[in-house]
């Protein structure tokens, strides 16, 4: 059982939508990250967070936009996406440089 | 960072043949970790390599990290169907806690 939660599971968006990724991590760390996983592409890093404050953006859009109000809870807002965008969505925690631990991910999808 | 080449990218094998994955990096690395996502799942964390040489065993996983740091392995010996999955290798490397991924190797055993 994994002790970070990210809701919805799934979502499905038109390019015009807002809408936005939730990750709640129950495990006391202090790092927080965004992976996107497409198809035949490896796990690339978007944003990492560290004691709420951005240690990281990996030159993603700005179409995407992160938000960590506190060290247990990190967002991730979606706005005018592009099809190119559907990908699985994964939150991830770490306290220091210990191994990540994983949410179960959102699967979008971009109409 | 740069990323860690892993090859194969693909795996069939019949149940009960032995499986390895291997990663490899043209820097030296801090450390190596090994994750797994079954098909439709998220990455879980497996093992951590640090110390030059080591070897590490879980069951039927037998990990090694490179005298040079620069590769590791993942050896199934015996599969079974529930080795199904992806297994990524991860590194650490130039005082960043944060892992780089692999592109994965999907493991497709046949009962």
């Known amino acids: 059982e994994t002790g970070v939660t990210q809701t919805p599971r799934h979502l499905v968006m038109g390019m015009t939508n807002k809408k936005s990724l939730k990750c709640e991590q129950h495990l006391g760390h202090n790092a927080m990250y965004w992976y996107k996983q497409s198809a035949k592409k490896p796990l690339e890093l978007m944003f990492v967070y560290n004691f709420k404050e951005q240690t990281e953006n990996n030159s993603v859009p700005s179409r995407f936009s992160p938000e960590c109000p506190n060290s247990s809870h990190l967002f991730l807002h979606l706005h005018t996406l592009q099809p190119e965008d559907s990908a699985l969505y994964l939150c991830?925690?770490?306290?220091?440089?210990?191994?990540?631990?994983f949410g179960n991910g959102t699967r979008l999808t971009v109409t | 960072g740069q990323q860690v080449m892993q090859i194969p990218q693909y795996q069939h094998v019949q149940e009960g043949e032995d499986f390895t994955t291997y990663c490899n990096s043209s820097t030296t690395l801090s450390n190596i970790q090994w994750y797994k996502q079954r098909p439709g799942g998220h990455p879980v964390f497996l093992i951590q390599l640090v110390k030059s040489g080591e070897v590490k065993k879980q069951k039927r996983l037998t990990f090694q990290f490179g005298e040079a740091k620069k590769n590791s392995s993942l050896h199934i010996t015996a599969t079974q169907t529930t080795d199904v999955g992806t297994y990524f290798c991860a590194k650490t490397s130039g005082g960043s806690y944060i892992p780089t991924f692999g592109r994965g190797t999907s493991l497709i055993v046949h009962p």
């Open positions: 991830a925690s770490s306290q220091d440089n210990s191994p990540l631990h």
